[in-house]
C-alpha cells in the first residue's frame, strides 16, 4: 500500500511539482485554518468531486488510503477518485485561497 504521509507527484495532473506540493499540505492542514479558508477549500471539493466531494475531502484531508476511503464511501473503483483527485488539483483555486 502506498503510504500517504508524504507528498509525491502525479504524472497526470497538469500543474508542477511545486503546486501540487502546495495543494496537497494546504489540504492536509485543512483543520488548522480558518473557517474562510475551509469554506474556500470546501467548494473546491464540492466543484471537482460532485457526487464523490466527501470522500475526496476525505482522501485529501486524511492519511486514509484510496482502497480504505472508496471501501468505506462506497466508491466503486479507485479510478474514479483518482479521477476527482485530478480535477481537484488542476482547479484549486490558490489564487483566491491567498487573498
Keep these: 500500500m502506498k503510504n500517504r504521509e508524504h507528498f509525491s507527484k502525479i504524472p497526470s ?4 511539482v511545486n503546486k501540487q ?10 483543520y ?8 474556500i477549500m470546501d467548494d473546491a471539493f464540492e466543484r471537482a468531486g460532485g457526487d464523490y466531494a466527501a470522500a475526496l475531502k476525505r ?16 466508491i466503486g473503483s ?3 477518485l483518482y479521477t476527482v483527485v485530478r480535477r481537484l488539483y488542476e482547479c484549486f483555486p490558490l ?3 491567498y487573498k
Excluded at 495532473?13 to 508542477?16: A, D, I, N, R, Y
Excluded at 488548522?32 to 469554506?39: C, D, I, L, V
Excluded at 482502497?67 to 468505506?72: F, H, N, R, T
Design 78 to 80: 479507485v479510478t474514479t
Design 13 to 16: 495532473v497538469k500543474l508542477g
Design 21 to 30: 506540493g502546495m495543494v496537497f499540505y494546504l489540504c492536509r492542514n485543512y
Design 32 to 39: 488548522n485554518f480558518s473557517e474562510s479558508k475551509r469554506k
Design 95 to 97: 489564487g483566491r485561497f
Design 59 to 74: 482522501f485529501m484531508t486524511s492519511s486514509d488510503t484510496a482502497v480504505k476511503v472508496c471501501m468505506d464511501e462506497h
